[in-house]
T-cell receptor, first 120, second 113 residues
Framework: DAGVIQSPRHEVTEMGQEVTLRCKPISGHNSLFWYRQTMMRGLELLIYFNNNVPIDDSGMPEDRFSAKMPNASFSTLKIQPSEPRDSAVYFC??????????????????FGEGSRLTVL | KNQVEQSPQSLIILEGKNCTLQCNYTVSPFSNLRWYKQDTGRGPVSLTIMTFSENTKSNGRYTATLDADTKQSSLHITASQLSDSASYICVVSAAGGYQKVTFGTGTKLQVIP
């Protein structure tokens, strides 16, 4: 398996622009997570999907952030409009344990390589 | 509030030496604890998982310990190699129902020749 695939790996954009990050989870995994990582705050859960349904989006910073999972093999995280404080590395992770809660109570999280976002 | 604290924040050691990273947590009720390794520019990768009944678990040169009474875990690296240079993140999961995992902020290890 190719693992969790994220794109783009790097994105540089100007404040106010729309940013779309993409994720393809590992085939067969039923849970998908979007995380944001910064030096100051470490890894933060943004949103968690189980069987393509958003279960917990309490970590989404504000209405400028939205995430979708139209099918089991694809998810997007959109920021519109982007701001400089959104600069971070955004990770997508998937897991295969049934009934998993927003961070894998027992299951291993498989992370993608991340999308490094810089908003100027 | 569930918290995971790691120490030290950063560490520099000579190649071949041993080191120990610490993790203290207040997550309750406890389910399991994982150590992840994150190479620069890469996503975290799980090294080991510890459940309540396990005290020690090894994965090659990595040995994790867990003291559920004091809510402490350690990751010991033996005979360090340059490729061990990375951030090591302690992740603790709560038991029962829907609970988020709690991430530590990591220890950045640099192994120098």
């Amino acid at each position: 398996d190719a693992g969790v695939i994220q794109s783009p790996r790097h994105e540089v954009t100007e404040m106010g622009q729309e940013v779309t990050l993409r994720c393809k989870p590992i085939s067969g995994h039923n849970s998908l997570f979007w995380y944001r990582q910064t030096m100051m705050r470490g890894l933060e859960l943004l949103i968690y999907f189980n069987n393509n349904v958003p279960i917990d989006d309490s970590g989404m910073p504000e209405d400028r952030f939205s995430a979708k999972m139209p099918n089991a093999s694809f998810s997007t995280l959109k920021i519109q409009p982007s701001e400089p404080r959104d600069s971070a590395v955004y990770f997508c992770a998937s897991s295969s344990r049934k009934g998993l809660a927003g961070g894998a109570n027992t299951g291993e999280l498989f992370f993608g390589e991340g999308s490094r976002l810089t908003v100027l | 509030k569930n918290q995971v604290e790691q120490s030290p924040q950063s560490l520099i050691i000579l190649e071949g030496k041993n080191c120990t990273l610490q993790c203290n947590y207040t997550v309750s009720p406890f389910s399991n604890l994982r150590w992840y390794k994150q190479d620069t520019g890469r996503g975290p990768v799980s090294l080991t998982i510890m459940t309540f009944s396990e005290n020690t678990k090894s994965n090659g040169r990595y040995t994790a310990t867990l003291d559920a009474d004091t809510k402490q875990s350690s990751l010991h690296i033996t005979a360090s190699q340059l490729s061990d240079s990375a951030s090591y993140i302690c992740v603790v999961s709560a038991a029962g129902g829907y609970q988020k995992v709690t991430f530590g902020t990591g220890t950045k290890l640099q192994v120098i020749p």
